[in-house]
């Protein structure tokens, strides 16, 4: 495979710009903001804010795997990364001006997020689909590693402009009021200029390989029916798919609340859970790359469940903590693994898929993150109602703990195999 260096660096870039998004909206700034100021309290901030990440998982599990097949058939996955980005930065932008306190302005709030969020994580199923075809399977690992540890750094980068730019300063930027709450939202403005400017090297320099221009949705369909009826064929995909439905429950509710949790367990100010938020995006940023060269070496399995066990131990040290400095402390060990186990996480499924089913089955890799992402926010947000906060985020390390158990039975070297077999028939078969 030739080594394309500006369509790597092109598709990593992507990374950097769409990191804005899950940083400080998802993560971080607006979530945190829309907890305090869309609701009475933290606690009914959080239970709502749940609801919409339940309901954008079950959106997206529905949606990727076909829309990922449509792609597949058409050879067009540029064109529909282009449509699902403008989509999402849309709608974030919209986010900007959905003002609290006014009748229904939850519910508008939280649909806007919705939209914008299931654009996002569509856009990622085309993006991801382009890693097999960029990287040999003996680099996978690390091209996947300098996209997250880019991605990091770019969230990092547009955490400190809306920190210093519009959160924090006494005359925030381009006119932006200074009393009031709008500063808070206009950092979805930020979000949406950043995402869709950085896209461009990606737009412009990562190229469909054999594209048709042909949308045959029913078509799509068939070939996915006949992909699950064949997935005893891939059974260390399925193996390894199952696995991340699981712990990637987990890990979604970590990211989602980690910025909840630190303010309303530990009383942090959003300027605070902002420095903490950027103290872990650099954690996540060395992780990732630095394992990038640990996943070729010894393999995504490895890595993942290296990473899940820390996570588990930094769990533990998190809710248990007494002080702001035992969050800080479970904060980084969070960040240097949360890198890990994403890219490793993508590589593996790099190295399992078959050139002709790329973007299908990154939408099954977009489905098992998302078809039961319910559960985490589900049982997070029903336990913090019972228990409190530390009980509640403390759910996610059994989410960790089972589905490292059956990744623990997935063959990689065989995985990897049957992929190679497949590429070689449809080869030799001209399709």
């Not at 500006?6 to 993560?27: G, I, K, P």
């Not at 960040?335 to 790329?358: E, N």
């Not at 099954?364 to 409190?388: E, H, I, Q």
Request: aromatic residues 14%; hydrophobic residues 55%.
């Amino acid at each position: 495979m030739k080594f394309d260096r500006r369509a790597v660096f092109s598709w990593c870039s992507y990374d950097w710009a769409n990191s804005a998004f899950t940083t400080l909206v998802v993560t971080f700034i607006y979530s945190t903001y829309f907890s305090g100021a869309f609701a009475a309290d933290a606690a009914r901030g959080t239970v709502l804010w749940s609801r919409a990440i339940v309901i954008s998982a079950v959106l997206i599990a529905l949606l990727s795997p076909v829309l990922g097949a449509v792609a597949d058939r058409s050879g067009r996955r540029r064109r529909y990364l282009i449509i699902s980005t403008l989509v999402c930065c849309a709608f974030t932008v919209l986010l900007a001006f959905m003002e609290p306190g006014t009748g229904g302005a939850a519910l508008r709030a939280l649909t806007v997020f919705i939209i914008a969020n299931v654009a996002f994580e569509v856009a990622m199923v085309f993006y991801n689909a382009f890693l097999p075809a960029l990287a040999s399977r003996d680099m996978i690992g690390r091209v996947s590693g300098w996209g997250w540890a880019l991605g990091y750094i770019g969230g990092l980068v547009a955490m400190a402009i809306a920190l210093y730019g519009f959160v924090r300063p006494e005359t925030p930027w381009f006119g932006i009021p200074a009393d009031g709450d709008f500063r808070y939202r206009a950092t979805n403005l930020l979000v949406a200029a950043w995402f869709l400017l950085f896209s461009i090297p990606m737009f412009l320099f990562v190229r469909d390989t054999k594209p048709t221009g042909k949308v045959d949705v029913g078509g799509a369909f068939r070939e996915l029916g006949q992909t699950f009826r064949n997935l005893g064929e891939f059974g260390e995909v399925g193996k390894f798919l199952l696995a991340r439905l699981i712990y990637n429950d987990g890990l979604v509710t970590l990211i989602s609340f980690s910025g909840i949790f630190a303010a309303g367990t530990f009383g942090m100010s959003l300027g605070e859970v902002t420095f903490l938020g950027m103290a872990l995006n650099i954690a996540a940023g060395l992780g990732a790359f630095a394992f990038g060269f640990v996943d070729d070496r010894l393999g995504g399995k490895k890595t993942v469940l290296i990473s899940l066990v820390a996570l588990c131990i930094a769990v533990v040290v998190g809710v248990s903590a007494s002080s702001k400095t035992g969050l800080w402390a479970a904060g980084i060990i969070i960040g240097v693994f949360l890198g890990p186990i994403q890219s490793a996480s993508r590589s593996l499924m790099g190295r399992f898929t078959p050139a002709r089913h790329q973007s299908e089955f990154f939408g099954f890799y977009a489905f098992s993150g998302k078809a039961t992402a319910f559960l985490g926010p589900l049982v997070l947000g029903l336990v913090t109602a019972w228990f409190g906060q530390r009980v509640g985020v403390a759910t996610v390390i059994g989410f960790f703990m089972l589905g490292g158990a059956i990744l623990f039975t997935v063959n990689e070297e065989r995985g990897i195999a049957v992929a190679v077999a497949h590429d070689a028939t449809a080869h030799a078969s001209g399709d």
